[in-house]
């Protein structure tokens, strides 16, 4: 079983800085890839980036490019969300996710079957 442990949610100032962990344990091999998702309240969940593993090619999606940085740790099976000049509308859950398979040319698709639990960003103003 896949288990998706996610940390460093919290209040941060426009313009600031955070970043999220995502601790992945329960795979059988490295043959993963890492989805960052969020979601506000009455919208559907959006991609906002992904890790393909196999080769560390990243995307991003245009609301966070510049902004936002997926880095890994291997050996640690742990993934990381760097963000920076954080804004309002940034406020959102955010969460990742773990698939078996990843495109990055059509926005990360991938069979994202497991998830973490989710942790609450706030940017004030």
């Known amino acids: 079983e896949v288990q998706l442990v996610e940390s460093g949610g919290g209040l941060v100032q426009a313009g600031g800085s955070l970043r999220l962990s995502c601790a992945a344990s329960g795979f059988t091999s490295d043959d993963y890839h890492i989805g960052w998702f969020r979601q506000t309240p009455g919208n559907e969940r959006e991609i906002i980036s992904c890790?393909?593993?196999?080769?560390?090619?990243?995307w991003y999606a245009d609301s966070v490019k510049g902004r936002f940085a997926v880095s890994s740790a291997n050996p640690e099976h742990t993934v990381y969300l760097q963000m920076n000049s954080l804004k309002p509308e940034d406020t959102a859950v955010y969460y990742c996710?773990?698939?078996?398979?990843?495109?990055?040319?059509?926005?990360?698709?991938?069979?994202?079957?497991?998830w973490g639990q989710g942790t609450q960003v706030t940017v004030s103003s």
């Open positions: 890790l393909d593993r196999s080769d560390g090619v990243t």
């Open positions: 996710a773990a698939s078996n398979w990843m495109i990055i040319a059509t926005m990360c698709a991938g069979n994202f079957a497991s």
